[in-house]
């Protein structure tokens, strides 16, 4: 069975950092991961993706800010996040995609397996 528990989650002020993390079982994290956020009345949307391979991408909201970290032997991925503002705000998801060595899409919604995800608040 496959399960994506993330933690980490919590409020701040703007400005500081805070990592968030993703614990995968039951599956490999040698294939595309990705954390999504979605804020209330909004969409969810892709943030950050990182591939079998290590390169990571980046939404350009959040370009120079989170940091993707991968941990295979551990079987997590971390996003750390920094310079954090309001607009920030949202419930955070990781996922992972089902189809193994498949096209990775920053953003795509379809076709993954999803954890229950994390909140995080920042105050302005």
């Known amino acids: 069975q496959v399960q994506l528990a993330e933690s980490g989650g919590g409020s701040v002020q703007a400005g500081e950092s805070l990592t968030l993390s993703c614990a995968l079982s039951?599956?490999?994290?040698?294939?595309?991961m990705h954390w999504f956020r979605q804020a209330p009345g909004k969409e969810r949307e892709g943030v950050a993706m990182?591939?079998?391979?290590?390169?990571?991408e980046y939404s350009d909201s959040v370009k120079g800010r989170f940091t993707l970290v991968k941990d295979s032997a551990k079987d997590t991925l971390n996003l750390q996040m920094t310079s954090l503002k309001a607009e920030d705000t949202a419930m955070y998801y990781c996922?992972?995609?089902?189809?193994?060595?498949?096209?990775?899409?920053?953003?795509?919604?379809?076709?993954?397996?999803w954890g229950q995800g994390t909140q995080v608040t920042v105050s302005s």
């Open positions: 996922a992972v995609d089902k189809s193994i060595w498949g096209r990775c899409v920053l953003g795509a919604l379809g076709n993954k397996f």
């Open positions: 990182i591939y079998p391979y290590d390169k990571t």
């Open positions: 039951g599956f490999t994290t040698d294939n595309c």
